[in-house]
């Protein structure tokens, strides 16, 4: 029986022909209009290839002004050292291997936080710090039960002192600044819980399409255009079609990404 690690290598061969890496030098581009806050909460729906593909651009606009940034992810606390040793690696299938090595991406089920196109968004960050920019990451979920967003709040808060700006990927729900949620209206998401912040929230919006998503049962799953504002693609102003949220990001199409190891 093959080991974990070859099983890995074989995988990290594999999903590297489908991870243009060249695409990781194409020119990049603050989005028209978008405001550049020192803290973004960008809310996703789990399982897209567009989301990811955003705060690659996003950590990559900002690396070219010359910041240093913290691309915060709701990634399980534990793949922290995986995730700046990869940072910091030559990204050969070796370390991708050991990135994928972790719980996190070989778990079952794979609910879209571990899938191809974040391993995208991973090697495009690692090639922009080679470069030189000042990219760091951050996972930033506990997974404690009742009090995720509070912890997730609590590390982005702790990213964010003294002024570095911070881009954080999470999904849509923890991402608002709005308390409350269906049938609980007490809940405190981390957006809202970072208030005193003053954080940028944009939710990342798109026509029908698909995403990798758990319902219970994962799987690409349909997504509606009801999450798309007329044809009006990037960033406009929330105004009050998405409380919570300050600004809305139309995508300009919505398409499942599987998990990275499938």
């Not at 550049?36 to 950590?59: F, K, Q, R």
């Not at 405190?188 to 995403?211: F, I, K, Q």
Request: charge should be neutral; hydrophobic fraction near 40%; aromatic fraction near 4%.
């Amino acid at each position: 029986m093959k080991s974990l690690l070859s099983l890995l290598l074989l995988a990290s061969t594999a999903l590297a022909s489908g991870i243009a890496l060249a695409d990781d030098k194409t020119a990049c581009t603050w989005p028209l209009t978008m405001p550049a806050p020192s803290l973004l909460l960008v809310g996703e729906v789990h399982g897209t290839n567009e989301a990811p593909a955003l705060i690659g651009d996003l950590a990559c606009a900002s690396a070219k002004s010359g910041n240093a940034v913290v691309v915060a992810l709701e990634v399980p606390i534990e793949e922290q050292a995986r995730l700046d040793h990869f940072l910091t690696s030559d990204g050969a299938d070796a370390d991708q291997a050991a990135l994928l090595s972790g719980r996190f991406w070989t778990r079952q089920p794979q609910d879209g936080r571990s899938s191809a196109a974040m391993l995208k968004l991973l090697h495009r960050l690692r090639t922009l710090h080679a470069e030189g920019a000042g990219i760091s990451l951050l996972a930033v979920d506990d997974g404690m039960a009742g009090s995720r967003d509070a912890g997730m709040a609590m590390r982005i808060r702790a990213a964010h002192n003294g002024g570095t700006p911070v881009i954080a990927l999470l999904g849509n729900v923890h991402a608002s600044r709005k308390k409350g949620r269906q049938g609980m209206p007490d809940y405190e998401p981390a957006g809202y819980l970072l208030s005193d912040r003053n954080p940028h929230s944009v939710y990342v919006r798109g026509p029908a399409g698909t995403a990798w998503v758990c319902v219970p049962e994962c799987g690409v799953t349909p997504i509606p255009n009801n999450r798309f504002v007329g044809d009006k693609k990037g960033y406009l102003p929330a105004y009050e079609v998405m409380p919570g949220y300050d600004g809305l990001y139309g995508a300009s199409s919505t398409t499942a990404s599987l998990p990275a190891i499938n």
